[in-house]
């Protein structure tokens, strides 16, 4: 069963944005897919390189949006992708050098992160670019 359902609660009404959320939803759902069905290293590897991967490419898309549209909360916006990464980027060397492994715990922080920071920040964004007249 999938981890995380994409809801229309989960929109922020542009677009671009709603699919790479999708898009990321989707890779958490396949890392708690392959934990559960026992995968090795290498798949999990694998998975956990590509979140990892478009989790940096989501943020800074939704940076240069912040930036083009001159947003007043682009620092806190900022900060909570940045300390995210790093979060992520540490977990990633522990498991590189097998110190770590996926877990359910891992896969609830990932959860509640990721679906926190839409209903919250990314929201806000969304509903301020709204105003602009961005769909
Ligand atoms: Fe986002
Ligand atoms: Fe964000």
Known sequence: MALITWSNMF?????EQDNQH?????????????????????????????????TVFHFSYEEKLMALHKYEDTP???????KFVQTAGDFKKKFDSGNAVV????????????TGHIMKTDKKLG??????GVK
Do not use: P
Not at 11 to 15: A, E, H, Q
Not at 127 to 132: D, N, S, W
């Open 11 to 15: 929109s922020t009404t542009i677009s």
């Open 22 to 54: 999708k898009k990321l939803i989707d890779l958490i759902n396949q890392l708690n897919d392959a934990m559960q069905a026992g995968k090795g290293a290498a798949v999990m590897g694998k998975v956990l390189s590509e979140l990892v991967n478009y």
């Open 76 to 82: 806190a916006h900022k900060l909570e992708h940045s």
């Open 103 to 114: 877990s359910a715990e891992l896969m609830t922080f990932l959860r509640d992160w990721l």
């Open 127 to 132: 509903l301020a670019l709204g105003k602009l």
